[in-house]
T-cell receptor
Framework: EAQVTQNPRYLITVTGKKLTVTCSQNMNHEYMSWYRQDPGLGLRQIYYSMNVEVTDKGDVPEGYKVSRKEKRNFPLILESPSPNQTSLYFC????????????FGNGTRLTVT | GQNIDQPTEMTATEGAIVQINCTYQTSGFNGLFWYQQHAGEAPTFLSYNVLDGLEEKGRFSSFLSRSKGYSYLLLKELQMKDSASYLCAVRSPTRFGAGTRLTVKP
């Protein structure tokens, strides 16, 4: 089954404790992206990647890191989480170009206390 | 930069027709998408427009005017299950409006 898999679904952590949210897709998509979704603000792009070893900042990259060592994986790293990073996070992937829509993971609800 | 605007909330009656508007300003344009997102779930793809005009898909249609930076999503024969948020997005890379929360009432 074609899918984007995010883990974990729920995560509660404390300020400053490094964490990684994993994202994997099995569709051989070139493009992958991370979004955070906050009430009233919609989906805001954190980072995106056009292919292996190619990553770019989105609109809200501060406090986040990503890597794209393999085509299928695009982990999101919070080196020192803070309470303002409490949010719902989505990973998404697509073919690059044309009308290829984004395929989303099921989301990760992160709470930083 | 990019600016994508859509109404925050709309309410409609079961069986009716509703039109959700989206205006955008973007430095580059490679198409406009509409996604549906039920509460607590991931967005799912509804439609894509890259040329001016209307694209119809069953009960859902989407319209694009590139010269006006304007799109709308038209939902016909509304059903209770259509209660959701509808997200307008332009690419690339893909950026989203804040979403329109639609409530369908009996």
């Amino acid at each position: 089954e074609a899918q984007v898999t995010q883990n974990p679904r729920y995560l509660i952590t404390v300020t400053g404790k490094k964490l990684t949210v994993t994202c994997s897709q099995n569709m051989n998509h070139e493009y992958m992206s991370w979004y955070r979704q906050d009430p009233g603000l919609g989906l805001r792009q954190i980072y995106y990647s056009m292919n292996v070893e190619v990553t770019d900042k989105g609109d809200v990259p501060e406090g986040y890191k990503v890597s794209r060592k393999e085509k299928r994986n695009f982990p999101l790293i919070l080196e020192s989480p803070s309470p303002n990073q409490t949010s719902l996070y989505f990973c998404a992937s697509s073919w690059e170009g044309g009308g290829s829509p984004l395929h989303f993971g099921n989301g990760t609800r992160l709470t930083v206390t | 930069g990019q600016n994508i605007d859509q109404p925050t909330e709309m309410t409609a009656t079961e069986g009716a027709i509703v039109q959700i508007n989206c205006t955008y300003q973007t430095s580059g344009f490679n198409g406009l998408f509409w996604y549906q997102q039920h509460a607590g779930e991931a967005p799912t793809f509804l439609s894509y427009n890259v040329l001016d005009g209307l694209e119809e898909k069953g009960r859902f249609s989407s319209f694009l005017s590139r010269s006006k930076g304007y799109s709308y999503l038209l939902l016909k024969e509304l059903q209770m299950k259509d209660s959701a948020s509808y997200l307008c997005a332009v690419r690339s890379p893909t950026r989203f409006g804040a979403g329109t929360r639609l409530t369908v009432k009996p």
